[in-house]
Nanobody
């Protein structure tokens, strides 16, 4: 099973930006579509964005469309989540996980249900 490590979180003011990174521990991302998820205080973990194996397809949930951009650099074995125009509601712990990225919302739900190897996550706090 693929184990992933998230990094790049921090404290930022509303309207600010952060870039999260997701890299495998002792493995490769080749052949995996990857998704980003977040767990906000008092809420259930939810899917945020995903990217297909070959970078051809991406998806964003409505709350982050136009503000977040997912990308991957296969040469660096890393998937990124560029987050701009951050809002307090974006606060939470962000995780990445391997997943299908085709039937988007069904794929997020399946991953939340079945994936058991969540990493430490990256804490993102948006506050003035």
């Amino acid at each position: 099973q693929l184990h992933l490590v998230e990094s790049g979180g921090g404290l930022v003011q509303p309207g600010g930006s952060l870039r999260l990174s997701c890299a495998p521990s002792g493995s490769t991302l080749d052949g995996y579509a990857i998704g980003w998820f977040r767990h906000a205080p008092g809420k259930e973990r939810e899917g945020v964005s995903c990217i297909s194996i070959n970078d051809g397809d991406t998806n964003y949930v409505d709350s982050v469309k136009g503000r977040f951009t997912i990308s991957r650099n296969n040469a660096k074995n890393t998937v990124y989540l560029q987050m701009n125009s951050l809002k307090p509601d974006d606060t939470g712990v962000y995780y990445c996980a391997p997943m299908m990225c085709y039937n988007y919302y069904a794929d997020y739900a399946r991953t939340l249900e079945d994936y058991d190897y969540w990493g430490q996550g990256a804490q993102v706090t948006v506050s003035s």
